[in-house]
């Protein structure tokens, strides 16, 4: 159909200009995600930090069980913030929508 009505030409300008716009936003969408993953891991290790130093200061002794344990605990927490709180609010989103929609 395209050929036969000569939109050769136009069409494929309209794909490649829908292609740019695509390449665009995945490139965006990357940047946010590594940008969101860097911060991640640098807020687990800063948070778990934070907590074994204010952990010596109120005079507690520090051992390796403590330490390593504490590690593996906000680890698990990262783990399920990083994961389920995103998954959680976009899941808000779409139902808000869809509640929208409805009314």
Do not use: H
Request: some cysteine; aromatic content about 14%; charged content about 20%.
């Amino acid at each position: 159909v395209i050929k036969t009505y000569a939109w050769e030409k136009p069409f494929s300008k309209i794909v490649s200009f829908t292609r740019k716009v695509e390449i665009k936003e995945i490139k965006k969408s990357s940047y946010f995600r590594g940008l969101y993953l860097s911060v991640m891991v640098f807020t687990e290790r800063t948070t778990l930090f934070f907590a074994l130093i204010s952990f010596v200061l109120m005079n507690n002794p520090m051992s390796a069980e403590i330490s390593f344990a504490s590690a593996t605990y906000f680890n698990l927490l990262q783990m399920t913030v990083a994961i389920c709180l995103p998954q959680a609010l976009i899941l808000c989103g779409e139902a808000l929508i869809s509640i929208k929609r409805l009314e």
